[in-house]
């Protein structure tokens, strides 16, 4: 837990979001966004604070840091390489040593899948508490656990997502989601960096609206007048 909250600490979002996005994006607190049902606004993103992140590697019994590997695609989103390769130089500066292993999503997401990555940057856009949840922070098993990439198990917070999921009390069903996500996240098993903005082009020929999920409907498109 603390190697995880150090890395967390070490992660200075706002210069990769300045530098790297070209200040297309967002500082992320959650896998999902404020758009999504089950949002939790209290959330905040762990603040940038390196000299911390060096006293709780000591703690760990890592002083002087470890050698690991940090996979990423370098075909799936934007500057996804560019970003892992400022992480890991961030990462550098609290004496830990990744080296970025940047491949093809067709060689990264098997490889994921299989389970054979330390650490890794990977994007999510559903918009959904209950899929999110479901596919992140549950065991694999059937249809649940699909992006369990980091192999998290706690069975009483599975308990307390499925409690959240068939909740019908809107308020009752946001404080379980609220408090469900506080105590994931703080874990430190999945670090939110940012929403990425999306950047969409119509012809002068069309009339269409951007959507946060990325999704393009050809029966939304009109002809422009």
Request: net charge positive; charged share 30%; with cysteine.
């Amino acid at each position: 837990h603390k190697v995880r909250k150090a890395v967390a600490h070490a992660i200075n979002v706002d210069e990769i979001i300045k530098y790297v996005m070209e200040g297309s994006a967002y500082p992320a607190s959650e896998i999902i966004s404020k758009y999504v049902d089950g949002y939790n606004p209290g959330l905040k993103r762990p603040k940038f604070d390196p000299e911390l992140s060096k006293k709780l590697l000591a703690e760990a019994g890592f002083p002087n840091g470890f050698e690991f590997n940090f996979d990423c695609p370098n075909d799936r989103y934007i500057n996804d390489q560019a970003v892992t390769e400022a992480i890991a130089h961030q990462l550098t500066k609290i004496g830990l040593k990744p080296k970025v292993v940047a491949q093809p999503k067709a060689v990264f997401f098997p490889k994921m899948n299989r389970h054979e990555s330390p650490m890794f940057l990977a994007g999510w856009g559903t918009l959904s508490w209950q899929g999110t949840m479901n596919g992140f922070f549950k065991k694999k098993k059937g249809s649940v656990g699909r992006n369990n990439r980091g192999r998290f198990y706690d069975p009483e917070i599975e308990k307390r997502i499925d409690q959240a999921n068939v909740e019908m009390n809107d308020q009752e069903r946001q404080a379980l989601r609220g408090k469900v996500a506080a105590d994931i996240y703080g874990t430190y098993f999945v670090i939110p960096l940012y929403y990425q903005e999306n950047v969409f082009g119509f012809s002068n020929r069309v009339k269409g609206k951007a959507r946060v999920d990325e999704r393009i409907f050809a029966f939304t498109l009109k002809k422009a007048k």
